[in-house]
């Protein structure tokens, strides 16, 4: 038996209210509340995965030294991936001898 926080009225069985039909049941209003919690932090990652890279936006940041920055993080990660090109580009010449 449980007491509707809205109506008042006694529900037995069931995780709705049979008179308003207002959720009652606390461990479903847990549940609920994880749900939304999980589909918050998926919607975040998706956020980060469709946004461009943290040095891009600070590059567009209006700020110029978070510009500068986002110039200087852009840089630094061409170089890496310049770097692990011409690596993979060499070892792939060590190993065709
Ligand atoms: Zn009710």
């Avoid at 919607?43 to 891009?56: C, G, R, T, W, Y």
């Avoid at 200087?72 to 170089?79: D, E, G, Q, T, Y």
Wanted: charged fraction near 20%; charge should be positive; include cysteine.
């Amino acid at each position: 038996m449980v007491k509707c926080k809205h109506c008042g009225v006694f529900t037995e069985n069931s995780d709705y209210c049979k008179n308003c039909g207002a959720l009652i049941s606390f461990k479903k209003e847990r549940e609920l509340r994880v749900e939304s919690f999980k589909q918050q932090q998926i919607d975040e990652a998706k956020l980060e995965l469709e946004n461009p890279s943290f040095a891009i936006r600070l590059m567009q940041h209006p700020n110029f030294l978070c510009k500068i920055g986002g110039w200087i993080l852009h840089s630094v990660f061409l170089v890496i991936s310049a770097i692990g090109a011409f690596l993979a580009w060499f070892i792939a010449m060590v190993a065709a001898g």
